[in-house]
């Protein structure tokens, strides 16, 4: 399976709301469409989209999945801040029919999940907007790493 990591968007810097109801900002739509357009390019879309409940995660994945004309996406409690890697996978395991899933979500959530698939020593610092490509495969949690798209390169590219 491939696994499409698209961390949220530019959110603003408080809500009155907290944390969990902070909006995406006009760039993290863009970031959002952008993603959707060079995936679309690359025939890489995803046949699922599953995203963090969160406001601003929530907000990123309408957004990709309109600008990717795709169905919506399915809001997963444990998508929000704070997943664990052995949980993704555990939960990942539930859509085995799909060949490439994308999950909208959160740092350090991402760069935790990223190094526990590639053998735990790992660096990785995932930016707003940016999209990882992650090759699962058995046993779990072993994967390799596709690609990695800044939301800097990806607005270049499209």
């Known amino acids: 399976m491939q696994l499409l990591l698209l961390r949220h968007g530019k959110a603003e810097d408080c809500s009155p709301g907290g944390d969990f109801a902070r909006e995406l900002e006009e760039k993290g739509h863009e970031q959002a469409r952008h993603a959707a357009r060079i995936l679309a390019a690359a025939d890489l ?8 409940p969160v406001i601003r995660a929530k ?35 539930h859509f085995p029919d799909f060949e490439r ?14 190094s526990h ?10 930016r707003k907007g940016s999209v990882t490509c992650l090759e699962l495969r058995p046993p779990a949690p072993r994967a390799t790493l596709r690609f990695l798209i800044p939301h800097k390169l990806a607005k270049h590219l499209d």
């Not at 899933?101 to 990223?114: A, N």
């Open 45 to 52: 879309l995803p046949d699922l989209v599953l995203s963090s």
């Open 59 to 93: 907000q990123t994945a309408i957004t990709f999945t309109g600008a990717a004309g795709m169905p919506g996406p399915i809001f997963l409690d444990w998508l929000a801040c704070g997943m664990s890697p052995e949980t993704a996978l555990a939960e990942l395991g």
């Open 101 to 114: 899933i994308m999950i909208v979500g959160h740092e350090p959530d991402f760069s935790r999940l990223i």
């Open 117 to 126: 698939c590639l053998g735990g020593s790992a660096q990785t610092e995932i």
